[in-house]
């Protein structure tokens, strides 16, 4: 199978989360759980020629098999968060998407538009939008506990330098994921495996657009009620899968206390980057708005790709990422791996440690590139400077 879907797999449990990272992470399989063996063959399997065939402990990817006890009122929540959501056929609405990396201290916004239909076809179009020069957010981390003293620590104030995103658009017909990039006109499709095509996609990472059932989300996750009020259900969830809690160690969910549909999701990855969504004028069981209108056949998940080129085979490799190494160690990777660079000398940097640090690359880490494609690199500047190098 490709390797596409460590990150998010699950475009359909939620669209707008899953897909940009689907296409561009190491997909991981999750082995099926095995029926009891009797005696004899379990007698068997500890010779030493079975035990040489065993995978490793670290490759396994059971899910962990404690399952928490729920507090009434939280139970109470997710039931009425699958009830509400259980009857959804078609979906759409706006969203709006904040990267935040507190290495480098930046915010990228964009905003866009999605459709949904059931069971798993899903479009996703983010557009880059405009902000004014100099815009900051203003963020406040939370409280933390030092490994080494154990002791809690206050979260900090970071002021983040804000920037546009760029423009980004995805489609799933239920069974290929294709990345289009409308400013060279190439396309890239990703088979979706078939364990994981329609109903089935709800075990893939992140199911928050959907309320999955009860007693499946409490083996996969530990869940907390934050709050709840006449508007808002907060709820916070935290991953029991390894492959899961490889693409975020925490999930915050605002839902709306009407609806139960998400208003808000906030993800915290691994290296405590946050990716946060804002869902607006959502519609459920309605007719695709006028804009479906303009795609071939009125259906916006069967594009046209005749002015496409096809960018990648379902084998071809994929761009390692080197956001965060310095431009030396950044050019000798991807030269290694058979591919041409060109650097861009990007905005100053704010730090001395960040000097000629890669913080942007095209195309992306894990996008299907095959060797002798070139890849632009752009890194911090030394504050008086400009140019490429």
């Known amino acids: 199978m490709d390797a596409i879907f460590r990150r998010s797999l699950g475009f359909v449990s939620l669209l707008l989360l ?14 099926p759980r095995q029926p009891a063996r009797p005696a004899a063959d379990r007698a068997k399997a500890r010779t030493p020629t079975a035990r040489k065939s065993r995978l490793p402990r670290s490759r396994l990817q059971a899910p962990e098999l404690r399952v928490q006890k729920l507090d009434p009122k939280l139970r109470s929540t997710l039931e009425k968060w699958e009830r509400a959501t259980a009857g959804i056929k078609t979906l759409q609405g706006e969203i709006y998407r904040y990267h935040r990396e507190f290495v480098f201290n930046t915010e990228k916004r964009a905003r866009g538009v999605f459709y949904f239909e059931a069971p798993d076809k899903g479009r996703l179009d983010i557009l880059s939008v405009k902000i004014p020069k100099g815009t900051v957010s203003r963020v406040k981390l939370a409280a933390r506990k030092d490994p080494r003293t154990k002791q809690t620590v206050a979260g900090r104030s970071v002021v983040l330098a804000v920037a546009s995103d760029k423009d980004q658009k995805w489609v799933c017909d239920g069974t290929q994921i294709l990345e289009m990039n409308d400013v060279d006109r190439t396309v890239a499709s990703h088979p979706i495996p078939e364990q994981y095509r329609g109903r089935n996609i709800m075990d893939g990472p992140l199911p928050f657009l959907f309320g999955m059932p009860v007693e499946k989300a409490v083996r996969r996750y530990q869940m907390d009620l934050l ?63 006028a804009l479906a209108k303009l795609f071939p056949g009125g259906n916006p998940f069967r594009p046209s790709l005749s002015r496409y080129r096809i960018l990648a085979a379902r084998s071809a490799p994929v ?32 730090k001395q440690k960040l000097l000629y640090v890669v913080y942007e690359q095209q195309p992306r880490e894990r996008a299907p590139l095959a060797p002798g494609g070139q890849i ?14």
């Open 18 to 31: 899953v897909v940009p990272v689907l296409v561009t992470a190491q997909q991981r399989v999750i082995p």
């Open 227 to 289: 709050g709840a009020s006449e508007k808002e259900v907060w709820l916070r969830a935290w991953p029991k899968w390894r492959q899961d809690a490889a693409n975020y160690r925490e999930a915050t969910v605002i839902l709306d206390a009407t609806t139960y549909l998400p208003s808000h999701v906030r993800l915290t990855a691994p290296d405590n980057s946050q990716t946060i969504y804002s869902f607006a004028r959502l519609k459920v069981n309605s007719k695709f708005s």
């Open 319 to 350: 761009v390692p990422t080197v956001i965060g190494l310095p431009w030396k160690a950044a050019r000798e990777k991807l030269t290694r791996a058979g591919y041409k660079i060109k650097f861009v000398s990007g905005r100053p940097a704010t």
């Open 376 to 389: 632009t690199l752009t890194f911090f500047s030394k504050p008086a400077a400009g140019g490429s190098r």
